[in-house]
T-cell receptor, first 113, second 113 residues
Framework: DTGVSQDPRHKITKRGQNVTFRCDPI?????LYWYRQTLGQGPEFLTY????????KSRLLSDRFSAERPKGSFSTLEIQRTEQGDSAMYLC???????????FGPGTRLTVT | AQSVTQLDSQVPVFEEAPVELRCNYS??????LFWYVQYPNQGLQLLLK??????LVKGINGFEAEFNKSQTSFHLRKPSVHISDTAEYFC???????????FGAGTRLFVKA
């Protein structure tokens, strides 16, 4: 069990560019979550997958955001036309059958300049 | 809708002193309650959870929390803190029929020598 991994750990991009983050959950965890955490705040729910199906998206997830989980394993989160307000830590978590046992990755810190 | 209020944004305390981090929640349905810890540049780690049964919940690293339904509170306590407990602590709530976790804004615990 290597834990949840996220790549990259840090990303600096210019406004208007597209970025993509990857999350590798704990193997055999069928549930996967994405959260956004801004400075001084707790994580905010973005989206949730059960296997490959995206079952819920927060209204925080504008049309510029898209997430996928092909084959129910790793997941990607893409932000198109980044804005300075997108600067945050993006956290991924996975859980087994019991949704409340969430294991978090170290996060990807995005800075939009 | 559910919400979580962490009543203290920062709590400074001397090493070996007791500490209490306060959390109140709001929900119209039955809830699960959680405390997570986040060390610098790391993801969140589950400290403890309340699902049902005994209202006093014991977690890792000597922490415990008490669920008080009448006061809608879930305060976190430790009888004697160590320097290594310095971190951000998040209280979170989820409803028993769901899959989403709502986090508070966090309390920064700073343990002084």
């Amino acid at each position: 069990d290597t834990g949840v991994s996220q790549d990259p750990r840090h990303k600096i991009t210019k406004r208007g560019q597209n970025v993509t983050f990857r999350c590798d959950p704990i193997s055999e965890h069928n549930r996967l979550y994405w959260y956004r955490q801004t400075l001084g705040q707790g994580p905010e729910f973005l989206t949730y997958f059960q296997n490959e199906a995206q079952l819920e998206k927060s209204r925080l997830l504008s049309d510029r955001f898209s997430a996928e989980r092909p084959k129910g394993s790793f997941s990607t989160l893409e932000i198109q036309r980044t804005e300075q307000g997108d600067s945050a830590m993006y956290l991924c978590a996975s859980s087994p059958g019991t949704w409340y046992e969430q294991y978090f990755g170290p996060g990807t810190r995005l800075t939009v300049t | 809708a559910q919400s979580v209020t962490q009543l203290d944004s920062q709590v400074p305390v001397f090493e070996e002193a007791p500490v209490e981090l306060r959390c109140n929640y709001s929900s119209s349905v039955s809830v699960y309650l959680f405390w997570y810890v986040q060390y610098p540049n790391q993801g969140l780690q589950l400290l403890l959870k309340y699902l049902s049964g005994s209202t006093l919940v014991k977690g890792i690293n000597g922490f415990e929390a008490e669920f008080n339904k009448s006061q809608t509170s879930f305060h976190l306590r430790k009888p004697s803190v160590h320097i290594s407990d310095t971190a951000e602590y998040f209280c979170a709530v989820g409803h028993t029929g769901g899959f989403k976790t709502i986090f508070g804004a966090g309390t920064r615990l700073f343990v002084k020598a």
